[in-house]
């Protein structure tokens, strides 16, 4: 908060390419985030491996350790190397979670996952990061960036798309198919690794290349970049439209993840202070409430192992704690005051309007209805629908997990209300901006 900037220089591998580590805002809040949440996602995966009576929990446990170390690792990296190594780090160690259950549909929608990851970081994003190296000299992230003067229209552009392509783990159309195969791993994994640290790493390595390595005023100076609030957008909306078909709880869950996203990325694409310190805000807000609708889907599972939108009729009645909490993170993907999604939302709408952005502006307004479109008729099955005889055999989940969502339920709505250190940080991140 008073402007220390930290670093660590680990290792140079050779003359100019070094393994890195440096404490910035953006990245004290992401790494806060990913940690702070992983704390209580160890609550709710104990009480879910116990339910389900998992086996191989210890690799598990060791896989979900070194996933969280990565993720870290990205949220400090120093440089585009080190990134690069802790975002492959990120892809490796979360294979086997995903893989966790073993069985061969399982092992094939892993294969995707890491298919998917491992192509696009080194088929896109590695050239991405020799080119830049080749002609700024230089990967280290710095304020205002290091490409300025160095390079031309098109090149810009193009250089760009190998970066957000590259970063499959954004999953900006069309490198989402990951996502919803990575549905298959156990819920603990698809709540913090397939809500906060896999997808958050995307958004915010993204985030983070512009603002530090291309710089937002000479990126958005040039023409060849100005698809890219267009790809968001464009994401945005056919994921929401997506996620109205699903009919399976998680698949639903993994499609709005992807169209939550990509508000992170259109945000930074709108280039104006207040859209700025919305993509943080969103990477917060989207972390608290989808890690709260993961887990709850988690808690049916374990109490009732009901997967699917239309055996929930009722619910709400025999499991009130989860459901309660599921409905708070619901509310918060629409955007409805008091929760999280409300404050993000507002910033990023804000921004638009200051740019007077009506494609952004659009986009936000149509998501928030396609929102709604698809939570609120399960909110109303779970609350007014009643259960069908014969079906009521089951309580609430473990005691571990309806704590561990009933406090992600309360952070959710507690970043209504106290969001001050967040805006700082991210406020610390855009200033100078005009």
Known sequence: MEGGRPSIEVSEVMPGLSIAFTVEPLGMLFAALASGLWLINSIYTVGYMRGNKEKNQTRFFVCFSLALSATVGIAFAGNLFTLFLCYELLTLSTYPLV????DAATIRSARIYLGVLLSTSIGLFLPAII??????????FTAGGILAGKLNDPEIGLLLALFVFGIG???VMPMHKWLPAAMVAPTPVSALLHAVAVVKSGVFAITKIIIYIFGIEYLFESPS???L????AFTIIVASIVAL???NIKRLLAYSTIAQLSYVVMATAILKP?????AALHMVAHAFGKITLFFAAGAIYVASKKTEIH???GIGRRMPWTMSAFTIGALSMIGVPPTAGFVSKWYILAGAFEANNLVAVFTIIASTLLNAAYFLPILYLVWFEHEKEGNKEHGEAPFLTVLALTLTAILTLAFFLFNGPVIELASQVVKGLS
Not at 131 to 140: E, M, P, Q, R, S
Not at 229 to 232: F, K, M, P
């Open 131 to 140: 080119w830049t190296y080749t002609v700024a000299g230089t990967g280290d």
């Open 169 to 171: 783990k954004a999953a």
């Open 274 to 278: 207040l859209a700025e310190v919305g």
């Open 229 to 232: 609030l267009y790809v968001a």
């Open 311 to 313: 055996q929930l009729r």
């Open 99 to 102: 893989a966790h259950k073993g």
């Open 225 to 227: 970049s100005e698809w």
């Open 245 to 247: 078909r699903q009919t």
